[in-house]
């Protein structure tokens, strides 16, 4: 689409009508694994809570996202749409496509490993993990991170890093939003504002959180009690799924691109 067709489908020549689009956009991205989830499960830790520490693993990773959105939209100002259709010759490559389709069969038989699905398979990772001495260690790990407990800031920083590495790829609207930035926003630096606009209301679901255990702690505690039993139970299920499911996604696309389905 040209700038006047996406100025027109947005409804408006004015900021306001980006704005509502790239904050959609943003809340789409705010419920996943890095922006929600892993915020969920630090700020359900037992005993007080250290509000500054998961502050800091979110501004981590909202520092990270905006520091590519920023490199990305230079790259787009300067390049354009030779930029793009490089990418597109990129993602069309054979030999990127069969890796892709490698890395996703990988991730879809680790998945199984993470979850079995017999029962002699599930006997066989819980004794596993005992000899392995999984068993508690995510729970020790956020103990040290976020509780009362010294250590563990570093781990915490490098786990906002991880988390933003693994899903970068996959947040499709983030990628959709920096291209109406460039395409349809103000210039440089107004442009960076919108940037900045947009990985705040990613983040803001996981800050309400953070702030409901810690306003309204006596009023969600059970809540959060019954809810961090049932994540224990089916952390390792969740997890699976989660990497099942990526893997199935990567493999269908590098299938589709090598023209199978």
């Known amino acids: 689409m040209t700038e006047i067709d996406v100025a027109a489908a947005l409804g408006g020549d004015g900021p306001a009508p ?27 830790a037992p005993g007080r809570l250290r509000a500054g520490r998961i502050a800091a693993y979110l501004a981590v990773v909202g520092g990270a996202y905006a520091a590519v959105g920023v490199v990305l939209l230079g790259a787009l ?33 680790y998945s199984f490993r993470l979850d079995p699905m017999t029962a002699s398979g599930k006997e066989a990772k819980r004794r596993r993990d005992e000899r392995r001495g999984n068993a508690g260690r995510m729970t020790r790990f956020r103990q040290r991170a976020v509780g009362d407990g010294p250590g563990g800031f570093g781990p915490l920083l490098g786990l906002a890093f991880i988390a933003v590495g693994l899903e970068l790829p996959t947040l499709l609207p983030y990628l ?73 996604l990567l493999g269908l696309n590098a299938l589709s691109g090598l023209g199978v389905t």
């Open 18 to 44: 980006l704005l509502g689009v790239l904050a959609v956009l943003a809340l789409l991205d705010s419920t996943s694994f890095g922006t929600l989830l892993i915020p969920l499960w630090l700020a359900l």
């Open 77 to 109: 100002s300067l390049f354009g749409d030779g930029l793009v259709r490089a990418v597109e010759r990129a993602g069309e490559s054979s030999p990127l496509l069969v890796g892709q389709l490698a890395v996703g069969a990988g991730l879809l038989a």
């Open 176 to 248: 959709a939003g920096i291209g109406l930035v460039a395409g349809t926003g103000p210039a440089w630096p107004g442009s960076i504002v919108l940037i900045l606009f947009y990985c705040a209301v990613m983040l803001l679901p996981a800050v309400l959180v953070v702030l409901g255990r810690l306003v309204a702690h006596r009023v969600v505690d059970a809540p959060l009690r019954r809810l961090e039993a049932w994540l224990s139970r089916h952390a390792g299920a969740t997890i699976g799924w989660v990497v099942g499911i990526l893997g199935v």
